[in-house]
């Protein structure tokens, strides 16, 4: 078992990345973006700087957390399927480079417009997860698609079916703690229900290869395609994390445990020079209640 997590929601330099990774005293660093852009479009050059400070710090890049397939992207779109192509071919000759095994992934948007049951779009999505399904596979690498706000998260029946359609060894799923208090279980007639992180992960316990740590609370949906969110430390909101990481223990669960705290300065939103201090801070601290969290657990585990 490890700890890692996203240490741009830290700071974007790829040095302070590395320092509040090494003060909590972890060896990994979840790699999304280096100074605002994602690790796919950083040019060559400053690649090569990034790969050279965390090579000189000891620090290893345990996971790629790409924007392939991701929630921004219209499954109706052809566009959407080659812009993801080439995003992935990218991430892969860079994850070679750094030594890194496993890529965060999706399976596309939620065409809020359309009903749920669209079997013709399904079968496309599939096809093109298999499609980088099988480019993962050849570079020895693993997709794991995360449960988001992405086409096959949007309901129990749908994390079902992914789960079917796709078998491969080199497809997994990545089970975050806290996107399934802000999705909708998109079932039966509307409005739907929020789904909740334990039910969500009774659906794919089987398959989870990894983990991301995001605790809060559903406030109010929004015009945008995340709702407004009230995000806290881990165990403090509705995420049933303490629940969720006691079964997986108990279930003989070894793999990482990634921090994606969304507090104070939310990723998918700018920030001023103000925040520069507290969003490191906060990170800081969450990585220390979380280890905290986990020992807690761990013992209670042992006692059982």
């Given amino acids: 078992m490890y700890y890692t997590g996203f240490a741009d929601e830290a700071a974007d330099s790829i040095e302070k990345q590395i320092k509040v990774t090494k003060e909590l005293g972890w060896e990994y660093i979840e790699s999304r973006s280096i100074e605002g852009l994602n690790l796919t479009d950083i040019s060559d050059e400053k690649f090569e700087e990034v790969?050279?400070?965390?090579?000189?710090?000891?620090?290893?890049?345990?996971?790629?957390?790409?924007?392939?397939?991701?929630?921004?992207?219209?499954?109706?779109?052809?566009?959407?399927?080659?812009?993801?192509?080439?995003?992935?071919?990218?991430?892969?000759?860079?994850?070679?480079?750094?030594?890194?095994?496993?890529?965060?992934?999706?399976?596309?948007?939620?065409?809020?417009?359309?009903?749920?049951?669209?079997?013709?779009?399904?079968?496309?999505?599939?096809?093109?997860?298999k499609k980088m399904t099988k480019m993962c596979e050849d570079a020895g690498l693993i997709y794991l698609h995360e449960n988001c706000m992405n086409y096959f998260s949007q309901s129990?029946?749908?994390?079902?079916?992914?789960?079917?359609?796709?078998?491969?060894?080199?497809?997994?799923?990545?089970?975050?703690?806290?996107?399934?208090?802000?999705?909708?279980?998109?079932?039966?007639?509307?409005?739907?229900?929020?789904?909740?992180?334990?039910?969500?992960?009774?659906?794919?316990?089987?398959?989870?290869?990894?983990?991301?740590?995001?605790?809060?609370?559903?406030?109010?949906?929004?015009?945008?395609?995340?709702?407004?969110?009230?995000?806290?430390?881990?165990?403090?909101?509705?995420?049933?994390?303490?629940?969720?990481?006691?079964d997986l223990l108990a279930n003989g669960y070894d793999g990482g445990f990634s921090i994606e705290p969304h507090m104070d300065a939310v990723y998918h939103e700018d920030r001023d020079n103000n925040q520069v201090d507290a969003r490191y801070n906060t990170y800081l601290e969450y990585g220390k209640r979380f280890m905290q969290l986990m020992e807690e657990i761990k013992s209670e585990v042992e006692e059982d």
Avoid at 57 to 68: D, E, L, P, T
Avoid at 85 to 113: F, T, V, W
Avoid at 170 to 192: C, H, Q
């Fill in 156 to 246: 129990y029946e749908k994390m079902d079916k992914l789960i079917s359609e796709i078998d491969s060894p080199n497809f997994k799923i990545v089970f975050d703690t806290g996107n399934p208090l802000m999705a909708d279980n998109r079932m039966g007639e509307t409005p739907y229900e929020k789904q909740t992180s334990w039910e969500a992960y009774q659906h794919l316990k089987d398959h989870i290869h990894y983990v991301h740590i995001k605790d809060g609370a559903f406030i109010k949906e929004t015009d945008g395609i995340f709702p407004e969110m009230d995000y806290c430390y881990p165990g403090d909101g509705n995420g049933e994390v303490r629940k969720i990481i006691k």
């Fill in 51 to 129: 790969a050279k400070k965390l090579n000189e710090a000891g620090i290893k890049v345990n996971c790629f957390g790409s924007a392939v397939a991701n929630w921004g992207k219209d499954p109706r779109e052809q566009e959407s399927f080659e812009k993801s192509m080439e995003e992935l071919k990218r991430a892969i000759s860079r994850m070679q480079r750094l030594g890194s095994k496993m890529i965060r992934g999706m399976s596309y948007g939620i065409p809020k417009d359309l009903s749920p049951d669209n079997p013709e779009l399904e079968e496309k999505i599939i096809a093109n997860l």
